[in-house]
Nanobody
Framework: QVQLVESGGGLVQPGGSLRLSCAASGSTFSINTMGWYRQTPGKLRELVATITSGGSANYADSVKGRFTISRDNAKNTVYLQMDSLRPEDTAVYYC??????????????WGQGTQVTVSS
């Protein structure tokens, strides 16, 4: 069982920056990949960035060069540094934690979501 608490969302102007944080607690010893997804009304939840336990990151094409994902394994926390924000980045951002249950079996936990609004 893992609990996720997100923070860091808010309102920023185009070109501004925000840093999202997601702290995991509970049975965190089996956490594998952590990541961020986002969703707007009428659209499917889309991948923003993921990072493996070893620190290998993967980004959606739309955020490459602007967003940076990182994690602190000792604190069981994943971060998303968002720079050069655009209005198109406006969405609810969800933290995701993938936990290994057993060999070949994983389970995804989701944060409560944090609103990011980019507008002038």
């Amino acid at each position: 069982q893992v609990q996720l608490v997100e923070s860091g969302g808010g309102l920023v102007q185009p070109g501004g920056s925000l840093r999202l944080s997601c702290a995991a607690s509970g049975s965190t010893f089996s956490i594998n990949t952590m990541g961020w997804y986002r969703q707007t009304p009428g659209k499917l939840r889309e991948l923003v960035a993921t990072i493996t336990s070893g620190g290998s990151a993967n980004y959606a094409d739309s955020v490459k060069g602007r967003f940076t994902i990182s994690r602190d394994n000792a604190k069981n926390t994943v971060y998303l540094q968002m720079d050069s924000l655009r209005p198109e980045d406006t969405a609810v951002y969800y933290c995701n934690v993938r936990m290994t249950i057993t060999w070949g079996v994983t389970y995804d936990y989701w944060g409560q979501g944090t609103q990011v609004t980019v507008s002038s």
